[in-house]
């Protein structure tokens, strides 16, 4: 008879520490992010110089990366919890972690450029 994955007792990990830091850096973040974007903003919205402006301000240029990386870390952890509660090998946890960690270099590493070119 196999074995139930659904029986065992969870372990904390890391992963799990972080995606609840994560996720409470996201409700503050999120909460910043759309005052500041969707409230104060003239209209409710704000146009591409006004999002310049914005984003040169060093204070909001730091709170939208630490947004990015928040979004990002949340997101992919998430993702990485579903695939291992349904029970997968430790070699295809390691290959699943490992992709995941690249894409989310590669997707923060975008969201940076992008800031950096609209900032320039």
Known sequence: ????????????????????????GLVILLGLHMIANHFIAKGGLRDYAAVVAYLRNPIILV???????????H???GVRA???????????????????????????SYGLVVMWFVIR
């Open 1 to 24: 008879m196999s074995q139930n994955t659904f029986d065992q007792e969870p372990r904390p990990t890391l992963a799990w520490i972080w995606q609840v830091a994560t996720g409470l």
């Open 63 to 73: 709170l939208e990366i630490f947004f990015l990386v928040c979004v990002t870390t």
């Open 75 to 77: 997101a992919l952890l």
């Open 82 to 108: 579903i695939f291992l509660d349904f029970g997968v090998s430790d070699r295809v946890e390691q290959l699943v972690t490992r992709i995941l960690k690249w894409m989310g270099v590669l997707t923060i």
